[in-house]
T-cell receptor
Framework: NAGVTQTPKFQVLKTGQSMTLQCAQD?????MYWYRQDPGMGLRLIYY???????DKGEVPNGYNVSRLNKREFSLRLESAAPSQTSVYFC????????????FGDGTRLSIL | AQSVTQPDIHITVSEGASLELRCNYS??????LFWYVQSPGQGLQLLLK??????LVQGIKGFEAEFKRSQSSFNLRKPSVHWSDAAEYFC???????????????FGKGTKLSVKP
């Protein structure tokens, strides 16, 4: 009954370091998403994958890369972390289609010093 | 472009009082609308959704929402608030062609609900 699992839950990085956030879902969903949440900004879409083998940019993709490893897994990579990327990152998954609700993980809280 | 506005950043209500959280959307066609709740330190949980048909939809935890096309609104209501309802609430619209692809949600900035004993 796991749903969407994100690892790690917390991380502190130094400016310039790289890191990969992991996300896995066990609901056989086609679509997966990465969001960042900042105070007063709501959730903003970074990248999404409508189906296995495809990825597309969202609203705020700069400084990030993604990999849809297989149907279950969708990772987010920060190649050279910057303090502006300090945020809470959420992964979500859904069946394909804009009428489908998204299911969220518990988030990764990332601080960049 | 699609957008969602939640006019109230923070609302405080007394336990047992009624609640209404406002949501206005901008969308060219009939929207798919959602309300999510986020407890501190947690991810987002779906409360309810509207696709078509009956404009009053029931959700979990005693919440309901009413779709009003003429006002482009989808307000969330609860008749009697419990202390455990203190959380942040997000309204979202399902976007058909965000960036040219399907299946994305546009979120409002959220309304934080505090409950007084």
């Amino acid at each position: 009954n796991a749903g969407v699992t994100q690892t790690p839950k917390f991380q502190v990085l130094k400016t310039g370091q790289s890191m990969t956030l992991q996300c896995a879902q066990d609901m056989n969903h086609n679509s997966m998403y990465w969001y960042r949440q900042d105070p007063g900004m709501g959730l903003r879409l970074i990248y999404y994958s409508a189906s296995e083998g495809t990825t597309d940019k969202g609203e705020v993709p700069n400084g990030y890369n993604v990999s849809r490893l297989n149907k279950r897994e969708f990772s987010l990579r920060l190649e050279s972390a910057a303090p502006s990327q300090t945020s809470v990152y959420f992964c979500a998954s859904s069946q394909a289609g804009s009428n489908q609700p998204q299911h969220f993980g518990d988030g990764t809280r990332l601080s960049i010093l | 472009a699609q957008s969602v506005t939640q006019p109230d950043i923070h609302i405080t209500v007394s336990e047992g009082a009624s609640l209404e959280l406002r949501c206005n959307y901008s969308y060219g066609a009939t929207p798919y609308l959602f309300w999510y709740v986020q407890s501190p330190g947690q991810g987002l949980q779906l409360l309810l959704k509207y696709f078509s048909g009956d404009t009053l939809v029931q959700g979990i935890k005693g919440f309901e929402a009413e779709f009003k096309r003429s006002q482009s609104s989808f307000n969330l209501r609860k008749p009697s608030v419990h202390w455990s309802d203190a959380a942040e609430y997000f309204c979202a619209v399902g976007a058909i062609n965000y960036g040219g692809s399907q299946g994305n949600l546009i979120f409002g900035k959220g309304t934080k609900l505090s409950v007084k004993p």
